[in-house]
């Protein structure tokens, strides 16, 4: 009876301790004095704590040099002031660099999982959780203001399972939320200004499954921005994108793509989808004019292709290893040249190709194009380009050309799709001289990212 009565008062005695440990302490802070406000305290009996008043990056570095093993922090009611340490400027309004990462010993904060952000904060600095193992709790999604996440802000942070990203947020950098292994949730804002995704923005989220960005502003997508993330089936982009990076959804478990709405998109960049094994058809807007190397090589699933109609190159192994691959369709009014080995290890006999009827003799005299099964088709269907109102007037020696949308560039090709020239223009009118190539085609690429063909 006795032992079962001090195994009572040990149990009572071990859950009061566990309270008394877990009591949140609120301080009223000002900036720069949070060493002052906690003099006499036991630091390493602190796991909870609230801070109200104001603090700068000094608050931030004296928390994580000195009590490493807090768990919740609590700045909702706080302000961030700017300051000035060791010839480092820290602004107002951010959380600082490094605020919870230990660069020169290469360690983040090891038992923070609750972390609630000034609601007026505008920024978070680079690596700033860095490493932040457990942290799985936040209130980032109630941020007003917040504009910018730099890079690894949130990073390497191995328990963190959802981010709620508000509409106020412009730029995500670098590999913010790169290899956060268990995130399967992203919520971004309805009315979301995002327009810049940094380069491994979610690199290695190997959980992540959906990604919608449809509500946003997005312009740039970074290189490598989804790579490893092997479980990522689904990504909706917007028609504001004008560029996605290298090796963007490299290693992907992406099945199908419909980007004929990304109209302003003129490039697919080199190993944009490298096995991606699970990517079965594949619709390219008809504003891309380049597919670069590698871009879909060992996409083994990978049987249909529509391919854009400003398109006048693709790159080396661009296609290598597809080998599922039966059908191509190829509006474009010239041939595209191909790069080395563009079809590597593909049974060519095996794959049908629709090019426009006009110039199918051009395919079925080419070496490599000749190799695939061709068939001719009028295309009369194609929306291929936005509407610029362009008018042509042929000269003595030319043509001019004259847009209500500023002209970037003109480019001729023969039939055969060899460049004969490229003029720079930036101007509404241009005069091109045809130098006794009276039958070309002029490709007309406009300075918001559209472009349209024209056959002379």
């Known amino acids: 009876m006795k032992h079962i009565k001090h195994t009572l008062v040990l149990f009572l005695l071990i859950l009061t301790t566990t309270a008394i440990a877990q009591e949140t302490t609120t301080y009223n802070v000002t900036a720069g004095?949070?060493?002052?406000a906690l003099e006499g305290t036991s630091l390493k009996d602190i796991n909870n704590i609230k801070l109200t008043g104001t603090l700068n990056a000094a608050d931030f570095f004296f928390i994580r040099d000195n009590i490493k093993d807090i768990k919740s922090i609590d700045m909702s009611e706080a302000k961030i002031e700017a300051c000035e340490?060791?010839?480092?400027?820290?602004?107002?309004?951010?959380?600082?660099?490094?605020?919870?990462?230990?660069?020169?010993?290469?360690?983040?904060?090891?038992?923070?999982?609750?972390?609630?952000?000034?609601?007026?904060?505008?920024?978070?600095?680079?690596?700033?959780?860095?490493?932040?193992?457990?942290?799985?709790?936040?209130?980032?999604?109630?941020?007003?203001?917040?504009?910018?996440?730099?890079?690894?802000?949130i990073s390497r942070c191995t328990r963190l399972r959802n981010i709620e990203i508000p509409a106020s947020v412009e730029e995500i950098g670098a590999a913010a939320f790169a290899y956060n292994p268990q995130l399967d949730g992203v919520v971004i804002a309805k009315g979301s200004q995002l327009s810049i995704l940094g380069d491994n923005a979610f690199n290695g989220c190997a959980i992540l499954s959906t990604l919608d960005f449809t509500d946003t502003k997005l312009i740039e997508v970074g290189a490598q921005a989804f790579n490893a993330c092997t479980q990522l089936n689904n990504v909706l982009l917007p028609s504001t994108v004008e560029s996605i990076g290298d090796e963007a959804f490299m290693y992907t478990a992406i099945s199908n793509i419909d980007w004929s709405h990304l109209h302003k998109l003129g490039t697919i960049e080199g190993s944009m989808f490298y096995e991606t094994t699970s990517l079965k058809s594949v619709?390219?807007?008809?504003?891309?004019?380049?597919?670069?190397?590698?871009?879909?090589?060992?996409?083994?699933?990978?049987?249909?292709?529509?391919?854009?109609?400003?398109?006048?190159?693709?790159?080396?192994?661009?296609?290598?290893?597809?080998?599922?691959?039966?059908?191509?369709?190829?509006?474009?009014?010239?041939?595209?040249?191909?790069?080395?080995?563009?079809?590597?290890?593909?049974?060519?006999?095996?794959?049908?190709?629709?090019?426009?009827?006009?110039?199918?003799?051009?395919?079925?005299?080419?070496?490599?194009?000749?190799?695939?099964?061709?068939?001719?088709?009028?295309?009369?269907?194609i929306d291929a380009t936005e509407q610029h109102a362009l008018q042509l007037r042929r000269t003595s020696n030319g043509i001019e050309a004259t847009a209500a949308t500023t002209i970037k560039t003109i480019t001729l090709y023969n039939y055969s799709g060899h460049i004969l020239n490229k003029?720079?223009?930036?101007?509404?009118?241009?005069?091109?001289?045809?130098?006794?190539?009276?039958?070309?085609?002029?490709?007309?690429?406009?300075?918001?990212?559209?472009?349209?063909?024209?056959?002379?």
């Not at 004095?33 to 002052?36: E, H, I």
Request: with cysteine; proline share 5%; glycine share 4%.
């Open 33 to 36: 004095n949070l060493s002052s």
């Open 283 to 381: 619709t390219l807007p008809h504003s891309v004019e380049e597919i670069k190397a590698s871009a879909f090589a060992n996409c083994t699933a990978l049987t249909t292709i529509s391919l854009p109609y400003n398109l006048t190159a693709i790159g080396d192994w661009t296609f290598a290893n597809c080998r599922a691959l039966r059908s191509i369709t190829c509006p474009s009014p010239i041939v595209p040249t191909l790069g080395y080995q563009a079809f590597q290890q593909v049974n060519t006999a095996n794959v049908e190709v629709t090019v426009l009827e006009s110039i199918l003799p051009q395919y079925e005299s080419d070496v490599v194009w000749s190799t695939f099964i061709l068939k001719g088709d009028p295309f009369t269907n």
């Open 423 to 456: 003029l720079y223009i930036n101007d509404t009118q241009a005069t091109v001289e045809l130098c006794g190539n009276t039958h070309c085609i002029m490709h007309i690429g406009y300075s918001n990212g559209s472009s349209e063909v024209i056959k002379l």
């Open 85 to 153: 340490i060791d010839g480092t400027l820290y602004a107002a309004n951010e959380i600082p660099a490094n605020a919870f990462y230990v660069p020169y010993a290469s360690t983040g904060m090891t038992r923070l999982n609750t972390f609630y952000f000034p609601t007026t904060i505008e920024s978070i600095g680079e690596n700033a959780f860095f490493q932040a193992i457990v942290l799985r709790t936040t209130n980032m999604g109630e941020l007003p203001s917040l504009k910018t996440i730099k890079s690894a802000a």
